[in-house]
């Protein structure tokens, strides 16, 4: 099992920018598929943006495409999100995941059955 943290939640003002981060520990990082999730109030948990364990591959989805960048450094066993032009509608909890099968990658939405860990949230709030 994988162990994750996220940090770099807050507050910011709409059009502004955030970083999250995603630290692992435990079974190699480099051979899984890593995933951005979120959630917000009164919402479902959504997919948000998934990267290859290779990091050559990512895939978004449309809500945030264009805005966010996900990317991940296996040396640092770390997984990045930048967030930019931030909207109120971004506001949510976000998880990262990490895949439970290694050297899996569909340039799909990672669904959430196929995730073998999660880390515990970071809050992302954005106001108008």
């Known amino acids: 099992q994988v162990q994750l943290v996220e940090s770099g939640g807050g507050l910011v003002q709409a059009g502004g920018s955030l970083q999250l981060s995603c630290a692992a520990s435990g079974r190699t990082f480099s051979y899984y598929t890593m995933a951005w999730f979120r959630q917000a109030p009164g919402k479902e948990r959504e997919f948000v943006a998934a990267i290859r364990w290779s990091a050559t591959e990512t895939y978004y989805a449309d809500s945030v495409k264009g805005r966010f960048t996900i990317s991940r450094d296996n040396a640092k066993s770390t997984m990045y999100l930048q967030m930019n032009s931030l909207k109120p509608e971004d506001t949510a909890v976000y998880y990262c995941?990490?895949?439970?099968?290694?050297?899996?990658?569909?340039?799909?939405?990672?669904?959430?059955?196929?995730?073998?860990?999660w880390g515990q949230g970071t809050q992302v709030t954005v106001s108008s």
């Open positions: 995941a990490a895949d439970s099968i290694r050297y899996r990658f569909i340039p799909a939405p990672l669904a959430q059955t196929g995730v073998g860990s």
